[in-house]
C-alpha cells in the first residue's frame, strides 16, 4: 500500500468541498509544442500575447513534464494518472487495417482503465472533449473503447492528426458520426466546439461544473495556418515553411486568447482552472517526408520528440484560476501530466478506486510555492527511444540508462515475442544531472558524484522493475 495515492487523499479530503464551490476544469493540450516554441518560453519571433496573458494573470511553469515523449502514450498517461506503460500503450497508435497483420492494429486504451472523465462524471461533472483523441486504433468502431466510454459525456474529434491538414479538415466525428467537410482552422474549430457545448450546457444546468478537454492537433504536421499569421512572420522566417510554422504557433494562442474571452464572456472564468500545455516535445525537422515544417525547438533543452531527454518531455504549462492561484507566478516545481488525475478529483471531491495504483502527485501545494511531496519519482520507460530508453527523475537529479541485451531493439509494444528479454536485461550506461543546475544536461556527474549515483540507480532499478511487472503485455 505504500505507493499506493490513498494517504494523499486522506490528508487533503479532511474538509469537505462544497458542490457549489467546485471549479470547471479545462485542460488544453497542444501537439508536438516545443518547450521553447512561446514568446513566455523565450521564443525571439513568434507572439503569443493571450499565454503571456493567461501566464501573467496566473502562472508559468519551468519545469512542466508529459507523461511520455511521445503522443499516444502521453495522451493515455494524462488521463489515468498512470504511465502509460500499464495500459499497455507504448508509443504511438498507427490506425488499425482491416486485414489486421500487426500487433499494433489491436493497441487502444482498454476499457478496465479508469480515467480522469469517469470519475469527475460519477460526481456529477458534466465531460467533453473537444479535438484529438488518439488513444486506440479503431476510431469510432464499436470494436473498442471510444471517449464515451472513457467517460466523456460529449466527443468531437478525430483520430489523430486533422486531415488533410489544419485547414479545413473533413475527419472529424460528433459522438461517433462523422461530421464531414468543415471550414476553418482545427484549433479554432476545437475551441468553438467547446464553448458551443458550454453554452448548451450552461443553459441546462448552470450549478453543474464541467470538465473539459480540449486537443489541439497544431503544430503536428500537416501543418496550415492562416495567411493573416502567416504574412507577419515572413520577412523574420529563413523559409516559408517556417514562416508558416511560427504562424500555427500564433494561430494556438489566437485560439486559447477565444477561449478565455468566451469564458470571462459566460461568466465562468473566475472558478475555472484552464490549464495549457504539450504532449510532447518538438518533431524533428524533415524527420519524415512530411515534416518539412516542423520548426519547433525546445529552447535551452537537449533532445526532442522520442527523446528521454529533457526536450522530449518537459514542455510548456500555463495555468488560470483566478479564485485559486495568484497570478503572476512562476513555478519550478516540477509538475507532470500524471499530477492532473489525484489533483482533479481532490479538487472535485472524486476518490479513485482503493487500489489503483497512481503514478502522480496533488499538485496543490506548488501553486502555494511549495514541494510537492511525491510517493514516486517521475519515471519514463520509452523501448522506442532515439536515445537511452530510461529516464527517472527525483527532486533536482535526474538519470538515464540503457538496456544491455544486444537483441532487444527500439520496440514499439510489449508481447509474447520480446517479454522476456526485457524482463532478463541490466539497466546500464547510466548518466547522472543536476538539473537545477544544468537543465540543458550538459554535464554528467555520474563519475564526479559517485554516492548519489548509487542512490539513484538503486531507486530507478527498483522502480522499473515494479513498473515493468505492472505493464500491459499485449
Not at 84 to 105: C, F, H, M, S, T
Not at 273 to 297: H, M, Q, W
Not at 313 to 324: D, T
Not at 328 to 342: H, Y
Request: one cysteine or more.
Amino acid at each position: 500500500m505504500k505507493y499506493y495515492i490513498t494517504i494523499c487523499f486522506l490528508i487533503f479530503s479532511v474538509v469537505a468541498i462544497r458542490a457549489e464551490s467546485r471549479p470547471n476544469i479545462i485542460v488544453v493540450l497542444c501537439d508536438d509544442l516545443g518547450y521553447g516554441d512561446l514568446e513566455l518560453y523565450g521564443h525571439p519571433i513568434i507572439k503569443t500575447p493571450h499565454l503571456n496573458q493567461m501566464a501573467a494573470e496566473g502562472a508559468q511553469f519551468t519545469s512542466f513534464y508529459s507523461t511520455a515523449p511521445v503522443c499516444s502514450a502521453s495522451r493515455v498517461g494524462l488521463l489515468t494518472g498512470r504511465s502509460p506503460n500499464r495500459a499497455g500503450v507504448y508509443d504511438w497508435i498507427p490506425p488499425a487495417r482491416k486485414e489486421q497483420v500487426n500487433l499494433r492494429d489491436r493497441v487502444h486504451m482498454r476499457e478496465s482503465e479508469v480515467t480522469i472523465a469517469q470519475l469527475l462524471k460519477k460526481v456529477g461533472y458534466a465531460t467533453c472533449l473537444s479535438g484529438k483523441w488518439h488513444c486506440n486504433s479503431k476510431f469510432a468502431s464499436p470494436e473498442q473503447p471510444q471517449p464515451d466510454k472513457a467517460g466523456f459525456d460529449y466527443w468531437f474529434a478525430t483520430h489523430n492528426n486533422a486531415s488533410p491538414s489544419h485547414k479545413n479538415p473533413t475527419n472529424f466525428y460528433r459522438n461517433g458520426n462523422q461530421v464531414g467537410a468543415l471550414g476553418g482552422y482545427s484549433c479554432q474549430l476545437v475551441v468553438d466546439e467547446g464553448l458551443n457545448w458550454i453554452d448548451g450546457h450552461v443553459e441546462k444546468n448552470k450549478e453543474q461544473p464541467f470538465f473539459m478537454y480540449v486537443a489541439f492537433h497544431e503544430p503536428h504536421e500537416p501543418v496550415a495556418s492562416p495567411e493573416e499569421f502567416v504574412k507577419l512572420y515572413r520577412d523574420q522566417a529563413e523559409t516559408e515553411e517556417q514562416a508558416e510554422y511560427y504562424a500555427n504557433v500564433h494561430n494556438i494562442d489566437s485560439a486559447v486568447g477565444k477561449l478565455l474571452a468566451g469564458l470571462k464572456k459566460k461568466g465562468l472564468d473566475e472558478n475555472t482552472l484552464v490549464i495549457f500545455t504539450s504532449d510532447n516535445g518538438p518533431e524533428t525537422l524533415n524527420r519524415y517526408k512530411s515534416a518539412k515544417r516542423s520548426y519547433g525547438t525546445t529552447g535551452p533543452l537537449k533532445g526532442m520528440k522520442l527523446w528521454t531527454s529533457e526536450g522530449g518531455f518537459r514542455v510548456a504549462g500555463v495555468m488560470r484560476w483566478p479564485k485559486g492561484l495568484a497570478a503572476g507566478q512562476n513555478i519550478s516545481e516540477p509538475v507532470s501530466a500524471l499530477d492532473f488525475f489525484p489533483t482533479f478529483c481532490q479538487l472535485a471531491g472524486a476518490t479513485p478506486p482503493e487500489k489503483l495504483a497512481l503514478d502522480g502527485s496533488i499538485f496543490l501545494p506548488a501553486l502555494k510555492g511549495q514541494k510537492i511531496e511525491r510517493e514516486k519519482p517521475l519515471l519514463w520507460v520509452f523501448y522506442n527511444s532515439l536515445n537511452e530508453p530510461v529516464a527517472m527523475q527525483k527532486d533536482s537529479w535526474k538519470i538515464t540508462a540503457k538496456f544491455n541485451h544486444g537483441k532487444l531493439k527500439r520496440e514499439t509494444n510489449l508481447y509474447k515475442g520480446n517479454i522476456d528479454l526485457i524482463k532478463n536485461a541490466q539497466l546500464t550506461d547510466f548518466a547522472l544531472y543536476n538539473l537545477a543546475k544544468d537543465k540543458s544536461e550538459k554535464h554528467d556527474l555520474s563519475k564526479v558524484n559517485p554516492e548519489k549515483l548509487n542512490e539513484m540507480i538503486k531507486l530507478l532499478k527498483l522502480e522499473v522493475k515494479k513498473l515493468l511487472k505492472d505493464s500491459h503485455v499485449w
